[in-house]
């Protein structure tokens, strides 16, 4: 009865007739935002259908034209291409000839070439991202605000620290490869800058959230700032700081992966010359290799980091 009463006297009415029209208005601006965001596709998809060589739109009945040569006549070339077999449907050429990219390591035991490539791309993150997680530690103390007082110092860290994630790993190597070559060392150089500039802000966030007590007791007893810096704060960020690095291996693998694409060697590379050429069971055996090693890294480094931090970090 209260809740009728309400409903019929002038203050219900005033307030159910402004429920209404504020009700009416978030529809309006949710259209509207609706009609905003499919203008701008659609003026996207002209743009890009004019200034595409081979016209978007007039191209898309032909975008799974590519299967014609990547599904291979005989499926376990795929498997011969992946451990440098011999195939009998070898033509003589490139395209067939598996046993040619083995790396013999004694005798005759050899390393398949796909395998070997795919080594130098985690070697290229693995490295990366120990150069970016020591370069990361070393930036983030001096970019937090609750350890480094003089803003100008922690502003320059944390510039620094934005300049060099600025840019993304591709474009860095393709500068890199230009002035030293295409190989592992600018892929690495390339993804190492990136990391840093990742993980220095990902790990100053953490220490400008940490309990400064351990911090005060150090500097009461005259403890230098590297010391504090040492035994007060590192021990208390240690777990953040694994769980961020093992995280960001998992990145820095498919970075690897890409920038090989633009001669920062290893599996990237041979996967762009596979395309390129056309052929099919190469094509199909580096996709698969490049496929487990990812989903094996991610979940060894989801396994670690549970382990590191406990489950209950993962937890909804």
Known sequence: MALAAIALSPQGAELDRRWRRQKSTRRLYTLLGVALVFGALVASLRYADNANAGSLFDRLPHFFDFTSWLIPKDWNDVWRALFDLATPNDNGTEATNYPHGRVYLFGSVYLPEYFDLMLVTLNVALLSTLIGVAGGIAIC???????????????????????????????????????????????????????????????????????????????????????????????????????????RLEINVRASTIIGAVGGGGIGQELKLAISRGFGPKTLALVLLLFVTIVAVDNLSAYLRKKLVGDQAFDL
């Open 141 to 247: 103390f001096f970019a937090a605000r609750n350890t480094m007082p003089n803003r100008w110092i922690r502003g320059t860290a944390r510039r620094c620290a934005e300049i060099m994630r600025a840019f993304p790993e591709i474009v860095i190597a393709g500068l890199f490869a230009a002035v030293l070559s295409i190989g592992p060392v600018a892929a690495i150089i390339a993804v190492s800058i990136h990391t840093v500039g990742a993980l220095g802000k990902l790990f100053y966030e953490v220490v400008e959230n940490i309990d400064m007590k351990a911090n005060e007791g150090l500097q009461a007893v005259g403890a230098s700032w590297i010391e504090r810096m040492r035994f007060g704060t590192l021990p208390l960020i240690l777990p953040n700081i694994v769980s961020y690095s093992l995280l």
